[in-house]
């Protein structure tokens, strides 16, 4: 009976791991889905008349125009906010790629997608969007930046940092938790 009852532990350990790393992905997801809801792709043309703001799935979020861009004939000014537009949506694709490849894993490939779609649209080379990408990509925070964080505002169940980890399996039977070892010594002395 010893045997069958550390085999049922075990799978329940298993079920346990399972719904944990459950709930890590869930938290994940709200926590992609923040990140989503915040993106912002920004462009503005050349001569700095036309800037565009472009949120989530390429929506429109802003359009700027300067004295200089109201000065210009139809036929330019359109082309600056086309260009600028496309742009934007651009910028606005390679960071939502970005979020969800961090958030789901590096194995769906879906920044390399974009950039070689983005390539082949606007005639550039792949190279010069990944360059472009790293200098819109925000600057990651030292760990002493990270030491004076203000932790008030943070979920005391979970670090916030574990994203893309797995979570550790649990114990083995041998030494598991007050939960574990009160079952075990429930079933314990229903052999005795």
């Known amino acids: 009976m010893s045997a069958e009852f550390e085999q049922l ?19 994940n997801l709200g926590q992609m889905q923040s990140e989503l809801s915040e993106l912002e792709g920004v462009a503005t043309s050349a001569d ?3 800037t565009v703001v472009a949120g989530p799935g390429g929506a429109i979020k802003d359009i700027q125009l300067t004295d200089r861009a109201m000065a ?8 600056a906010l086309l260009s600028t537009l496309q742009q934007a949506v651009a910028e606005s694709a390679r960071k939502q790629a970005s979020i969800v490849e961090e958030h789901m894993g590096g194995g769906l490939n ?4 974009v950039l ?16 472009a990408m790293e200098q819109e990509r925000p600057r990651r925070r030292s760990a002493e930046e990270e030491r004076f964080d203000d932790y008030s505002q943070q979920s005391v ?3 916030g ?9 649990p114990p083995a039977s041998g030494g598991g938790s007050a939960g574990d070892a009160f079952l075990k010594n429930l079933f314990d002395e229903d052999q005795r």
Do not use: H, M
């Open 48 to 50: 700095r008349s036309v």
């Open 72 to 79: 210009q004939p139809p036929q330019a000014l359109s082309a």
């Open 157 to 159: 169940l979970s670090s």
């Open 116 to 131: 070689e779609s983005q390539a082949q649209l606007f005639g550039k080379d792949p190279e010069e969007l990944r360059a």
């Open 9 to 27: 532990v075990a799978e329940f350990e298993k079920f346990q791991s399972k719904i944990k790393n459950v709930d890590d992905q869930l938290a």
């Open 110 to 113: 879906l920044t390399e997608q």
């Open 161 to 169: 940092d574990d994203r893309g980890r797995q979570a550790p399996p």
